[in-house]
């Protein structure tokens, strides 16, 4: 982070100096109360459990140059004390003041899934040729953009940037803190239904990401997504359609599988290129595309930006191959789960080359409301078309997928229980040699756990 006066920050945020001198110099913003050290400016945040102030003077001890505060009193006069209205608004002002600081441009990136995984491949691409700045992780929430935005230094040439939404109106805030020049729109699936309503009204949320843009600016559609490749015609701005529909300016084609890689033909405006990622499943295919795409953007020719993502090994506990003794080979899917994502991994499952069964262990996907039940029967009988062996289902909400599978007719085994450690007794009864098992679930369900069983009692392969 480039250094701020504490004059600068109180003229940004419009709050109040009550205690420390203007001239104070700020170089680093925190949240976390652990992270405080000399010449940081200490951010409490209010959370449903526990509001952040009580931390203040703990900071302060530790050498913090100063803090916000919406309430309380000063506590170290010679320290910073800025008095704002609200905490977390405070943070994104300062963040959209910071930004604009920098004239580097700006992807941001949106959808109901996959924006980490879509972050991690676009920024592969730009790296061979731009020193570039990206999202750490999934800070992608009105909190975690704002302190992506402070790691902006000089020097750096591209910013890579996730924007996720789960309200109304909240699309509009990330706008004002990132000012995007480029914006990725992964697709628009179930994720947050409780909150919008029906997709739709996510697709309208999600695209507010091109809010300001004019002619001057891009944004990059799935064309794939029926939903997405509707609203292309109704944009204020350029668009540029990947996937691999006919409509599509950058499409692949000849997808197949060597050596456990994802293989497949770019077609676009310009010519063709042979493509190999590291990464299983149409999704990922449809990532590297608009990686390729917005590389080209930016003047990386594919022949060039492929290399990057060919080099891209993936992001823990997202799809990521455990091979195991005796043949068996573990999908760690793990992170989060949504109805989409979670037929993507099944996906990834049937494609890979064992000589056993197909086991697809599911745990509840969480925060779909009402239409919870709905969603889950929905992903049951989309899946029940693969040719699973066997589905192990965790929780009372994933229920309603074992059912769909039942009553699909499909044929395929289906066990449900309440509990992860019934999960992995199943599996340590069950589990024969060159079985491929894929686990997936909401974080909220701990399914690293069931991931961690099976490593340790078969071993990674040496």
């Known amino acids: 982070m480039e250094a701020m006066t504490a004059e600068e920050i109180v003229k940004a945020v419009g709050g109040t100096l009550l205690s420390g001198n203007p001239e104070t110099v700020i170089e680093h913003i925190c949240i976390d109360s652990r992270e405080a050290s000399e010449g940081s400016l200490f951010v409490p945040i209010i959370g449903e459990k526990v509001d952040a102030h009580k931390f203040i003077a703990q900071v302060l001890d530790h050498g913090a140059a100063g803090v916000f ?119 628009i699936g179930e994720a947050h239904i409780a909150q919008f309503g029906k997709k739709e009204n ?21 064309g794939d997504d029926p939903l997405l490749r509707q609203a292309a015609g109704t944009m204020k701005c350029p668009v540029t359609l990947f996937g691999t529909s006919e409509e599509c300016d950058y499409r692949a084609e000849n997808i197949h599988i060597e050596d456990g890689k994802n293989c497949f033909t770019l077609v676009y405006p310009e010519g063709r290129e042979d493509v190999v990622i590291q990464q299983l499943g149409l999704h990922n295919v449809q990532n590297a595309l608009v990686a390729i795409a917005i590389a080209r953007h930016f003047g990386i020719e594919p022949a060039v930006a492929k290399r990057g993502l060919n080099e891209y090994a993936g992001i823990p506990m997202r799809q990521q191959i455990n091979h195991l003794l005796h043949g068996i080979k573990v999908i760690d899917d793990t992170y989060n789960a949504s109805p989409a994502s979670v037929k993507s991994g099944v996906d990834v499952l049937m494609q890979l080359d064992n000589p056993g069964r197909k086991i697809a262990v599911l745990a509840d996907i969480l925060e779909l409301g009402d239409a919870s039940w709905q969603c889950h029967y929905d992903t049951g009988m989309a899946i029940s078309e693969e040719k699973l062996h066997m589905v192990v289902t965790v ?40 079985d491929a098992i894929l686990v997936k679930g909401s974080r909220g369900m701990h399914e690293e756990e069931v991931v961690k069983a099976l490593r340790e009692k078969y071993g990674a392969k040496a």
């Open 69 to 187: 505060m919406s309430h309380g009193d000063v506590i170290d006069s010679d320290k910073v004390h800025i008095l704002v209205k609200d905490t977390v608004k405070a943070l994104g002002d300062l963040s959209a003041h910071y930004r604009r600081k920098f004239r580097m441009p700006i992807v941001g990136i949106t959808g109901s899934v996959g924006k980490t995984s879509t972050k991690e491949m676009i920024s592969a691409a730009l790296e061979t040729g731009f020193h570039i700045m990206k999202t750490a992780g999934n800070q992608n929430s009105q909190i975690g953009v704002p302190l992506t935005l402070f790691r902006m230094e000089a020097g750096q040439e591209l910013a890579v940037v996730e924007m996720g939404i789960s309200e109304f109106g909240e699309m509009e805030n990330l706008v004002r803190f990132v000012e995007p020049d480029v914006a990725v729109v992964t697709n």
């Open 395 to 434: 929780g009372q909400e994933m229920k309603a997928l074992a059912k769909a599978i039942i009553d699909s007719g499909a044929g395929i085994a289906v066990c449900s229980v309440d509990t992860n450690e019934e999960a992995i007794q199943w599996l340590f009864e069950n589990v024969s040699d060159g």
């Open 202 to 222: 996510t697709m309208r949320e999600k695209l507010k990401i091109a809010m300001n843009f004019t002619e001057k600016q891009r944004i990059f559609l799935n």
